[in-house]
């Protein structure tokens, strides 16, 4: 009872709701791990045992170490393979949402602030992109350039720059519109200046909500594009490549696909919890209280 | 005082015009706009909302919206017309020639960063101070506008002052790199009342020791005759009456000018007492302005000619005028004003 | 369309395709006593076993049992079908007598002419087995029985050629639509066809011979393994193949379901690119079959189900013969490695196509695992089919990971199709190999045919073309009702003799 009405007034008062600690530790926990996981128990990916392969999970190997989640079709380590794992997957995560949304951003900007041919052109582009389903624009891209880290990046980012480019775009009106801005002109602030000093700083706001939002959405495309064989080449251990190339074996080692689609799934309900409670928090039309 | 010299002209507007595109053609906002602001002189756009005042101050400032068209005339500041310049030229002159004060200080500063850094920026920005100098001639500004403890107060974010305290920001950043022209669009409305007057003496105290020209936009009457010169009556995009202040409210010319001023409640040292008066009906539709003079629906002087035949501006002498064809009958009419 | 466009025209396509591919519905599965119901590994993608397919097994596996050969390969011996004999007039000469009262299955006699239009369309068709007829000069026809196949040069496989052509009706050749539900002569005409996905068969009337057990035959694509095996244990399909070894060995323990596991004409190899540092030298080639442990291969990656292999090309075809194997042995082949220059190993790729065959990725990784043991760094290129393919024929690669079937049964047509200098597949050439294939073809007499194949195949494999690692098994699963089943060494099973209880 106690904590529970500590958790109320906490919520109520303008401390962070559980909505955002427990993902958020639950998220920081994926970060740590894949951080200094591989340091502690490192992947090779040339390391095959055949003699420990398709040992299920707390399974003593060949070289005498305990493997706690089991191992994969050659024998190697499945908790290692998805430490690994995670570190590519966050960092493709990331770098995709940097550079989805600074050509969002980009381009939202400019067509909000300047409106005309340009706005018309880009917002409908965006239009035209939304109405296609985004894994298939990512599944057909991803077919004609090849697999890379680059391309998987690129074709992510081309898939979530809308989503800014709108949140951006929406912002960039509302803002253009405030006394504030026409204050500035009035000092002589040119249209760079405005851009930087009165626009970008009132998008921060939404487009990180928007971000958190998407994050989790990315992590999944870069799985299933993984899975599909369309994502990172053989050799860089990926959680989508691993659920992908376990699922011969569903009958007979249901952990090579079970164990990283657990994990997978863990991280994208926390960082959608996270994304939902930060826009409800951080609603963009109140940033500039 | 005596009547300017032309050398001392520092901003003259001439036959300006303005529309707005809507559907089925433009909206004229503003016609047949003439005035002049000299060094050290107060001008007042005096006038209802909708009246144009704004669009004139928004036409020298280059922030007219995109749908706004100039159709004719000239602003002409410095020997040099603001209308033709690029808007890169005129830029460079907003802020260190002309400032601009704003009606509502709550929303005229930019909430994310701190007044010092709002500030001090415009110093390093326009006149390539550094950080520290900056930072200094900032703190003097806000000194200059009567904030207390200044120094300390350069880390507060706007949303920290009063609504009193935000107009003194938003007027030191105006004045801050001393500009000829200041422009203040309704300073005072958004205002307590207690706190207009403090502003109002703050921008004349101001303009006296910058000695600058200011353009005062109100509809106030009683901040008119505090702090102006000159004041110039507009009425549905055109201006009815201009001319010295006190001829003006001693004498006026035109009768919207004569019922705006009899809507006012008679000062305590006016002495007689009289009902107070309203002007009958609303001002015109802009897409459906009156032949004529635009005024005469509501006018309760007017005559046949008022309306088919648009009033020129009749000279009534010492820079006085008014668009009425009875304007110096108004004038010499002693009786209208026992 | 300069070839960078044309070539991301290409993916492009081929990415539209996987898009719609993954938006399918699957088929619901209908069932009866007096229908075999089969589920097919790979999807039948066409019915025309003359061009683009003719070598495709989906293709042939179906159309084997519709079309039938003038010879047949039975118990590794070729033997008389549609014809009833042969003979050699001359050395440039192959005359077939047709046997005598065979009709279509739409009631049209079998003539010589069927047979002159069925080879014809397949020489035409430019299809992977055209090559085969390359020294086809005329195909005459004497008389209604009689076939005389002219050649320029002496060609000794055009029997086993001959095996792998089905005859069909030369007026129904003309029909466009012939092939969305073609009939011959066999034991099964087709009933149904919706391309990769559907294929049903029924019994041919005017079969001539003791009628099909089952009435009906369906095909049905079901690309997943433990879909199929679902599909089997749930009774919905009858019978299945193409499982990987993980999965026999659950299967076994299976109360309602028999597998039967066969040696196939089928391999894998790793080819080296010859052309290219350090794999000219022989000795490199050498070491890096010297630093594999096949036999651990077998029984850990592979449960036993496969065969450590003893020649380039399985044992079971016409021509093979049996090699000293290359044992496991790191330590020599580092000595191979210092004394060809590279003591400290190297680096280089290896490239396969995702689609290849059974535990292509983890078979793969574990070599690349061994190589890494003695300093062979080896990066892993698992490319999408087609890209493959160009890379491979371009032969823009280090080193490939590949599976091999000898579909017609005779050596000619892996070792003289891929081996010979002018095919320039893994840029090795050998003159005297050149003239042990070239000579083996234009030989006649079958049993001298076999005895240079026998002297070709051990050059490939002392010179270390490629690593010959295992030859495969098949693996075929079937409900325990299902009997009469015949193990076929192609790796294409057919289901004529195959009943229901």
Known sequence: ?289 | MPPATPSERCLTVSDLAVGFAARGGTILALEDISFHVDAGETLSLLGESGSGKSVSAQAIMALLPDTAVVSSGTVRFDGKDLLALPRRETRRLCGTEMGMVFQDPLTALNPVFTVGDQIAELFRVRQGLGRRAAREAAADVIDTVGIPDARRRLGNYPHQFSGGMRQRLVIAMAIALKPRLLIADEPTTALDVTVQAQIMDLLGRLQREHNMAMLLITHDLGVVADVTDRVAVMYSGRIVETGDVRRVYDRPGHPYTRGLLASVPATAGGGKHQPLATIGGLPPNPQRRPQGCTFHPRCPFAQDICRTERPPMVDLGNGHGATCHFAREMVADDRLFA | MNHVSRDIFRRTIRGLALAAALAMPSVALAQSADVLRIANPVAVTSLDSFGAQSADQPTISVMQQVLEPLVIRKDGQLQPLLAASWENPDELTWRFHLNEGITFADGSPLTSADVKASLQRLIDGKGPLSGLWGAVEAIETPDDLTVDIKTNTRLGTVLSNLSMLGIAPAAALEDPNFFNAPFGTGPYRVAEFTPSQFVALERNPEYRGEPAPTARLEYRYIPEVSGRITALENNEIDVTWGLPPDQVAQVRDSQSLTVESFPTFGNYYMWYNSSREPFTDVRVRQAMWHAIDMEEIKTFLFDGTAEVAKGPIPQDIFGAAEQTPYAYDPEKARQLLAEAGYPNGFTTTMMWSSMCCTNIREFAETLISYWAAVGIQVTPQELERATWLENLLALNWDSTLAEGNTITGDADFTLARLYLSTANRMGYANPELDELLLAARAEIDQDKRAELYAEAGKIIWDDAVGIFPLDMMMHAVYRNEVTGFVPTPTGMPRFDTVSKQ
């Open chain 1, 1 to 289: 009872m106690a904590d529970l009405s500590a958790t109320t007034t906490l919520a109520s008062g303008r401390a962070l709701p559980l909505g955002i600690v427990l993902p958020a530790i639950v998220v920081g926990f994926y970060v740590l791990a894949a951080v200094i996981g591989p340091i502690l128990l490192g992947f090779d990916p040339v390391a095959t045992s055949l003699a420990d392969r398709l040992k299920p999970p707390m399974t003593a190997l060949a070289n005498g170490s305990l493997s706690l989640l089991g191992t994969d079709a050659v024998g190697r380590d499945l908790l290692a393979q998805m430490l690994a794992g995670a570190r590519i997957s966050l960092a493709v995560g990331a770098a995709t949402l940097v550079l989805a949304s600074l050509i969002g951003v980009a381009l939202g900007v400019v067509a909000g602030y300047w409106g005309g041919a340009v706005d018309t052109v880009v917002m409908r582009i965006a239009d035209i992109q939304l109405g296609f389903p985004s894994i298939l624009l990512a599944v057909l891209v991803a077919a004609v350039i090849g697999p890379s880290l680059t391309n998987v990046i690129l074709v992510l980012a081309v898939t979530r720059w809308v989503v800014f480019a709108r949140v951006a775009r929406a912002q960039t009106l509302t803002i253009k519109s405030r006394t504030f801005v026409d204050a500035s002109r009035t000092l002589g602030a040119t249209d760079a200046h405005i851009i930087i000093n009165c626009i970008l700083p009132a998008l921060v706001a939404p487009i990180l909500v928007v971000a958190t939002v998407q994050f989790g959405l990315v992590i999944v495309a870069e799985a299933s594009l993984s899975f599909l064989g369309l994502g990172l080449p053989v050799g860089i251990p990926t959680w989508g490549g691993t659920i992908s190339a376990g699922r011969s074996y569903l009958a007979n080692a249901w952990w090579i696909s079970t164990m990283p689609g657990i994990a997978l799934s863990i991280l994208v309900i926390c960082v959608g919890i996270l994304g939902d409670t930060l826009r409800d928090r951080l609603d963009p039309n109140l940033v500039t209280r």
